[in-house]
């Protein structure tokens, strides 16, 4: 399997994921929005803002610039729903251009960076950027579940479904 391929189309699909979630999750009040409705990170603004920590200011700048910002996990980065949203989709499109720079041996190597306790790390290059996606996978389905408990419409993230897109695109004249 060529991995640059493998890992662009994952980035492709997090990309349509983020944004059919976020679409979603604009269709809730704020009041439903920010309310403690079990996640782990409480509510839907929780979990939005923890993928942000997550994904794009932690795991984006280890895989980007080597870096290792200390944050935590459930820092409030952005108290702004729609900048939020804004922050989310621009972070999830740098995926893919990064994905494109790295020459194919780049994934059977490790990731080296500290914890968020300043621990040394070192790990498998292709898995832990597996893990990126597969969190982010996570999250979107906890925020989903809550949608549904509000009495929300959850949006059809499944990768699948993606594929099956894809694939309908490419063969249009």
Known sequence: MDPIAHFTRQARYHVWATHRLLDAVSRVSDDDYRKDVGLFFKSIHGTL??????EH???YARFSKGASPLLALDAEIEPDRERLGQA???GAANWEHLIATWPVERFDG??????M???PQSLPFAATLAHVFNHATHHRGQITAALTALGQPGPELDWV???QLEAAEATKP
Request: glycine share 12%; proline share 0%; no cysteine.
């Open 49 to 54: 803002n923890h993928l942000l920590v997550g």
């Open 117 to 119: 306790k300043g621990v």
């Open 110 to 115: 490790q990731l080296d960076y500290k914890t």
């Open 57 to 59: 200011l932690l795991w």
């Open 88 to 90: 989310l989709k621009g």
């Open 161 to 163: 479904y993606h594929l």
